[in-house]
C-alpha cells in the first residue's frame, strides 16, 4: 500500500452517489477504502482530523467504472497509432495509410485498426495489392472493427509459413477470417517490441483513468495476444498506478490459463465469430451471405470446459454472438449442472462475452445457470437500428431482437457492461446512453440499471459482491465528475416523470438524453491512490 492510499481523505461540497444516503454530499476516504458517506452539515465533525479536504464545487462522486471486456494493447496500439473507425470511405483509409506508412519509415510492422467497409460508398475493402502500393511493401495488419476479420499486405503473409492452407485464407481475396487471421495476427503482434507493448498498454491504461474507468478485465487467449503481451500487462497494472486490471485467458488448457495468473479460462474463448465478418454461428442463414457462421465450440465441449473449470475453482467463459453458439453454451452449461448440481455451476459465476442474439429459451437459461452476461450496448448504438449493419446481415427482423437488456433484466441474467475497445472506444457515459435509449425501444433499461450494470455489475462478474458502490468498508474506486442537474432516469417516458421526485430516495445520475453533453472525469481514483486529475483544474 502506498504513502498516499495511507492518507485520509474528506471530499464534501458536492453529490456523491450512494445507497447508503441518497442526499450525501460529503464522503471520508481511509486506507484506501470508503470510511463514511453522508451529510454537509456531518462533516464538520471530520474535517480537523484528515490528512486533506476536497473542495468538490458541486462536483458528483460515483463509484469508478469498470469496462467488463477490453483487449488492453491493441486498444493502446489503436490510440497511438493506425486508427480507420472514422474514415468515412475507402479513399480516405487509402489516404489514412499511406500518411502513416510515411510517418514511421523505421517500424518494422504496421499495425492498425478499425475499417468497416460496410460503411463506405464502395462498400468492399481494400486488396492486398493496393495495400502493398501504399505501404512499400511493408508488413501491414489491418483489422476490422469487429477484430474478427484482417486485411494484410503480402510481406506479412511471407511471415507466416502455411498461411494458404489455413482455414479463413482465400488466395487474392481479402479480408482473412478464422485460423488465418489467427496466424497472421500472431506474428504481427510477435514484430512489436517489449517497449512499443508497454507503451501502448500504458495509453490504453492512461486513458481510461481519464475516462473514470478504474478496472479493465482483460481479455487475452493464444488466439488473440500472447503470453509475453498478458502477463507483461498484468505485472504493469501491478506496478504502476492506474485501473487496475482483471486478466482471463480464452484457453481450453485451463492450468495454462492458471499458471498465467488469469481469474479465468474465459473471455474470447470463441464459440463463434462476429456478425460483421459473417462468422458469428446462426441457425438460420445471414440475409446478405450464403452460409450461417462458423462453429468453434459444440455444447459437448462446452460442456467440459464448464466442468473443468468448476472444479478447478477457476471461471469458465466464452464469446458466443449467433444464436446458434448461445444455444450450444446454454445447453453445454446446463450438462455441466447436470453433472456437477446446479448449485456448483452458479456459484462459479461462469461467463458469456457479447450474448447477442437470445432466445427467450437462451435468457431463461442464463438466468437459471447464473451465467454473466457481459455486453456490449455500443454494438447497438454502431451496428442497430433498420439500416444498420445487423438489418444487412440478419434483414431487419431479426436484427431487432438483437441485445435485449431488458429481457435480461427482467429475468433476472446478471449484466456487466463493457466495450470490447478497440471495436467500441473505452466511453462509459456513452455506454449507458446506448443502454438507455438503446435503437430498439423495447431493449432499453433505465439509466440507473445501465449505470449498475456498469460499476456494480463489474465486479459481481469477478466475484465481489462488496465493491462497485460507495458505503462504508468498499473500495475507494471512486470518479469526479463535472456534470448537469442530476435526475432519477428511466426508460419510459411515463416513468420517468415521476421518478424524478427525490423522495423515492434514489440517489441521480445525469441526464444521458442524447444531444445533452456527457459528463467530464476530472479525478479517477482507485483503492485510494489518484490515477488521474484533469489538466488545470
Given at each position: 500500500?502506498?504513502?498516499?492510499?495511507?492518507?485520509?481523505?474528506?471530499?464534501?461540497?458536492?453529490?456523491v452517489h450512494s445507497p447508503a444516503d441518497?442526499?450525501?454530499?460529503?464522503?471520508?476516504?481511509?486506507?484506501?477504502?470508503?470510511?463514511?458517506?453522508?451529510?454537509?452539515?456531518?462533516?464538520?465533525?471530520?474535517?480537523?482530523?484528515?490528512?486533506?479536504?476536497?473542495?468538490?464545487?458541486?462536483?458528483?462522486?460515483?463509484?469508478?467504472?469498470?469496462?467488463?471486456?477490453?483487449?488492453?494493447?491493441?486498444?493502446?496500439?489503436?490510440?497511438?497509432?493506425?486508427?480507420?473507425?472514422?474514415?468515412?470511405?475507402?479513399?480516405?483509409?487509402?489516404?489514412?495509410?499511406?500518411?502513416?506508412?510515411?510517418?514511421?519509415?523505421?517500424?518494422?510492422?504496421?499495425?492498425?485498426?478499425?475499417?468497416?467497409?460496410?460503411?463506405?460508398?464502395?462498400?468492399?475493402?481494400?486488396?492486398?495489392?493496393?495495400?502493398?502500393?501504399?505501404?512499400?511493401?511493408?508488413?501491414?495488419?489491418?483489422?476490422?472493427?469487429?477484430?474478427?476479420?484482417?486485411?494484410?499486405?503480402?510481406?506479412?503473409?511471407?511471415?507466416?509459413?502455411?498461411?494458404?492452407?489455413?482455414?479463413?485464407?482465400?488466395?487474392?481475396?481479402?479480408?482473412?477470417?478464422?485460423?488465418?487471421?489467427?496466424?497472421?495476427?500472431?506474428?504481427?503482434?510477435?514484430?512489436?517490441?517489449?517497449?512499443?507493448?508497454?507503451?501502448?498498454?500504458?495509453?490504453?491504461?492512461?486513458?481510461?483513468?481519464?475516462?473514470?474507468?478504474?478496472?479493465?478485465?482483460?481479455?487475452?487467449?493464444?488466439?488473440?495476444?500472447?503470453?509475453?503481451?498478458?502477463?507483461?500487462?498484468?505485472?504493469?497494472?501491478?506496478?504502476?498506478?492506474?485501473?487496475?486490471?482483471?486478466?482471463?485467458?480464452?484457453?481450453?488448457?485451463?492450468?495454462?490459463?492458471?499458471?498465467?495468473?488469469?481469474?479465468?479460462?474465459?473471455?474470447?474463448?470463441?464459440?463463434?465469430?462476429?456478425?460483421?465478418?459473417?462468422?458469428?454461428?446462426?441457425?438460420?442463414?445471414?440475409?446478405?451471405?450464403?452460409?450461417?457462421?462458423?462453429?468453434?465450440?459444440?455444447?459437448?465441449?462446452?460442456?467440459?470446459?464448464?466442468?473443468?473449470?468448476?472444479?478447478?475453482?477457476?471461471?469458465?467463459?466464452?464469446?458466443?454472438?449467433?444464436?446458434?453458439?448461445?444455444?450450444?453454451?446454454?445447453?453445454?452449461?446446463?450438462?455441466?449442472?447436470?453433472?456437477?448440481?446446479?448449485?456448483?455451476?452458479?456459484?462459479?459465476?461462469?461467463?458469456?462475452?457479447?450474448a447477442e442474439m437470445l432466445s427467450p429459451?437462451?435468457?431463461?437459461?442464463?438466468?437459471?445457470?447464473?451465467?454473466?452476461?457481459?455486453?456490449?450496448?455500443?454494438?447497438?448504438?454502431?451496428?442497430?437500428?433498420?439500416?444498420?449493419?445487423?438489418?444487412?446481415?440478419?434483414?431487419?427482423?431479426?436484427?431487432?431482437?438483437?441485445?435485449?437488456?431488458?429481457?435480461?433484466?427482467?429475468?433476472?441474467?446478471?449484466?456487466?457492461?463493457?466495450?470490447?475497445?478497440?471495436?467500441?472506444?473505452?466511453?462509459?457515459?456513452?455506454?449507458?446512453?446506448?443502454?438507455?435509449?438503446?435503437?430498439?425501444?423495447?431493449?432499453?433499461?433505465?439509466?440507473?440499471?445501465?449505470?449498475?450494470?456498469?460499476?456494480?455489475?463489474?465486479?459481481?462478474?469477478?466475484?465481489?459482491?462488496?465493491?462497485?458502490?460507495?458505503?462504508?468498508?468498499?473500495?475507494?474506486?471512486?470518479?469526479?465528475?463535472?456534470?448537469?442537474?442530476?435526475?432519477?432516469?428511466?426508460?419510459?417516458?411515463?416513468?420517468?416523470?415521476?421518478?424524478?421526485?427525490?423522495?423515492?430516495?434514489?440517489?441521480?445520475?445525469?441526464?444521458?438524453?442524447?444531444?445533452?453533453?456527457?459528463?467530464?472525469?476530472?479525478?479517477?481514483?482507485?483503492?485510494?491512490?489518484?490515477?488521474?486529475?484533469?489538466?488545470?483544474?
Amino acid at each position: 500500500m502506498s504513502a498516499n492510499e495511507h492518507r485520509t481523505v474528506l471530499l464534501r461540497g458536492g453529490e456523491v452517489h450512494s445507497p447508503a444516503d441518497p442526499f450525501a454530499t460529503a464522503m471520508v476516504v481511509e486506507r484506501g477504502h470508503v470510511a463514511w458517506v453522508g451529510s454537509e452539515g456531518a462533516a464538520d465533525a471530520f474535517a480537523s482530523g484528515v490528512d486533506e479536504v476536497v473542495d468538490l464545487d458541486g462536483a458528483l462522486v460515483t463509484p469508478a467504472f469498470v469496462d467488463a471486456h477490453v483487449h488492453t494493447t491493441a486498444t493502446g496500439l489503436a490510440l497511438t497509432g493506425l486508427d480507420l473507425s472514422s474514415a468515412a470511405s475507402l479513399a480516405e483509409a487509402a489516404d489514412r495509410i499511406r500518411s502513416y506508412a510515411a510517418a514511421r519509415p523505421a517500424d518494422r510492422i504496421l499495425i492498425g485498426h478499425g475499417w468497416d467497409a460496410s460503411r463506405w460508398p464502395e462498400r468492399r475493402p481494400l486488396t492486398r495489392a493496393e495495400l502493398d502500393g501504399l505501404t512499400g511493401g511493408r508488413p501491414l495488419y489491418l483489422t476490422r472493427i469487429d477484430v474478427h476479420s484482417c486485411v494484410v499486405t503480402t510481406a506479412l503473409l511471407d511471415l507466416v509459413p502455411g498461411i494458404r492452407d489455413l482455414d479463413g485464407f482465400h488466395d487474392g481475396q481479402q479480408p482473412l477470417t478464422g485460423d488465418a487471421h489467427h496466424a497472421v495476427r500472431a506474428a504481427a503482434y510477435a514484430e512489436l517490441s517489449p517497449q512499443q507493448r508497454a507503451e501502448a498498454q500504458r495509453a490504453a491504461r492512461n486513458h481510461a483513468a481519464s475516462l473514470g474507468i478504474g478496472t479493465l478485465h482483460e481479455c487475452g487467449g493464444p488466439e488473440i495476444s500472447s503470453e509475453d503481451d498478458f502477463t507483461g500487462l498484468l505485472d504493469l497494472a501491478r506496478s504502476e498506478p492506474g485501473p487496475r486490471v482483471v486478466g482471463y485467458w480464452a484457453d481450453l488448457d485451463i492450468e495454462r490459463a492458471r499458471a498465467l495468473g488469469a481469474l479465468g479460462a474465459a473471455g474470447d474463448l470463441f464459440a463463434d465469430g462476429s456478425l460483421g465478418s459473417h462468422t458469428a454461428c446462426l441457425h438460420e442463414q445471414y440475409a446478405d451471405h450464403a452460409g450461417s457462421g462458423t462453429a468453434h465450440l459444440d455444447a459437448a465441449a462446452v460442456a467440459a470446459h464448464v466442468v473443468a473449470c468448476t472444479e478447478a475453482g477457476l471461471q469458465a467463459g466464452f464469446h458466443a454472438i449467433g444464436d446458434a453458439a448461445v444455444d450450444a453454451v446454454v445447453e453445454g452449461s446446463r450438462a455441466a449442472a447436470d453433472k456437477l448440481g446446479l448449485a456448483r455451476i452458479r456459484a462459479a459465476r461462469h461467463r458469456v462475452e457479447h450474448a447477442e442474439m437470445l432466445s427467450p429459451e437462451a435468457i431463461a437459461g442464463f438466468a437459471e445457470l447464473g451465467l454473466t452476461a457481459s455486453v456490449q450496448p455500443a454494438f447497438d448504438a454502431y451496428w442497430g437500428g433498420d439500416e444498420g449493419m445487423y438489418a444487412d446481415r440478419l434483414g431487419v427482423e431479426r436484427a431487432r431482437a438483437l441485445n435485449p437488456y431488458a429481457a435480461l433484466l427482467r429475468a433476472g441474467v446478471p449484466l456487466a457492461f463493457g466495450s470490447d475497445s478497440p471495436v467500441t472506444p473505452l466511453d462509459p457515459w456513452g455506454t449507458l446512453r446506448a443502454a438507455a435509449f438503446h435503437r430498439t425501444p423495447e431493449h432499453r433499461v433505465s439509466v440507473r440499471a445501465a449505470f449498475t450494470a456498469h460499476t456494480r455489475g463489474g465486479w459481481r462478474a469477478v466475484g465481489r459482491d462488496d465493491a462497485g458502490t460507495l458505503v462504508p468498508g468498499a473500495p475507494a474506486d471512486y470518479a469526479v465528475w463535472r456534470t448537469g442537474e442530476l435526475l432519477v432516469q428511466a426508460p419510459d417516458d411515463r416513468v420517468a416523470r415521476w421518478s424524478t421526485d427525490p423522495r423515492s430516495g434514489t440517489p441521480g445520475l445525469p441526464d444521458l438524453t442524447p444531444g445533452n453533453d456527457l459528463p467530464v472525469c476530472l479525478r479517477t481514483v482507485v483503492s485510494g491512490q489518484t490515477v488521474f486529475v484533469r489538466p488545470n483544474e
